[in-house]
């Protein structure tokens, strides 16, 4: 006759285990003995190791009492079904894996490598950490709404960068926004100038082409406000765009008439 400690070595598992099969009455207590202790017999090894079995297979708790006092037709069939729920389970643990690694790899999280390639190239020309972080959630943002045309604008967006007003305004933005001067900060104004400069050179150009966008708010309005929540001096900045005749810089709408 086996101790507690005894049978739980033996089969495999840990006391505390034991006990929890107790509790939930997979394993029938024994009596106890003359001295107060539970003494197990063979018949007790045998079931714990059947339940270890089955648990270290998967099988929950719940079920393993039914499948051990199943005929075989009936735990093959609770088998075959238990087996169909762990592949399910094991596609999406796949799933999770691999967002996982793409958290771990960063900017890739919910982006396409053209995006990620355009982060880069940002960081490159000097644009800050939390500079290229805003654009990074603008991304998110635009890619939701409009998933099937990045790779359409990705070109134009890389280009961009080798104009150097492009090139000053991502460094200034990023000292500014780095920076702790407030709205105050006369650095906003010469922002706005490239700004309202780069505007009026896309759309003389005929550069701007908001497409599909062109009668949807929406996305801008909430790239708008992203940029205000991130920091405050964003509302600055616009209400200056649009002193140099320009409703918003997350879509060129020049105002009909610009404020006095």
């Known amino acids: 006759m086996l101790t507690i400690g005894q049978l739980a070595e033996y089969a495999g598992v840990t006391v505390r285990a034991v006990r929890h099969y107790h509790q939930v009455g997979l394993l029938p207590e024994p009596e106890r003995d ?19 079995t089955l648990a270290n297979a998967g099988v929950p708790l719940s079920q393993i009492r039914q499948m051990l006092d199943a005929d075989a037709s009936t735990f093959a069939e609770a088998a075959r079904r238990i087996d169909s729920h762990l592949r399910d389970e094991i ?18 999280l ?4 053209a ?16 500079m290229v972080a805003g654009e990074r959630d603008g991304w998110i943002l635009i890619a939701a709404r409009w998933p099937d045309r990045i790779h359409e604008w990705m070109p134009r967006k ?16 990023s000292d500014i926004f780095d920076g702790d001067l407030g709205d105050d900060d006369p650095r906003l104004r010469e922002a706005a100038d ?36 991130s920091d405050p001096r ?15 810089w997350t879509r060129l709408e020049r105002l009909a008439e610009p404020p006095e």
């Open 158 to 173: 890389l280009a961009e960068l080798e104009d150097p007003q492009m090139v000053r305004l991502y460094r200034l933005l």
């Open 34 to 52: 003359a001295s107060g202790y539970r003494r197990y017999g063979a018949m007790a090894v045998v079931s714990l190791i059947k339940i270890r």
């Open 194 to 229: 490239i700004l309202a400069a780069l505007a009026e050179q896309a759309y003389a150009s005929g550069d701007i082409d908001v497409g599909e966008g062109a009668h949807d708010d929406l996305p801008f309005d909430l790239l708008d406000a992203l940029a205000v929540e």
């Open 115 to 130: 995006v990620v390639s355009y982060l880069d190239r940002l960081r490159e020309i000097g644009a800050s950490e939390r």
């Open 234 to 248: 964003a509302k600055r900045l616009q209400e200056l765009v649009r002193e140099r005749g320009w409703a918003r």
């Open 91 to 108: 596609e999406r643990l796949e799933t999770s894996r691999k967002q996982i690694a793409q958290l771990a790899a960063g900017d890739s």
């Open 110 to 113: 919910v982006l396409s490598p």
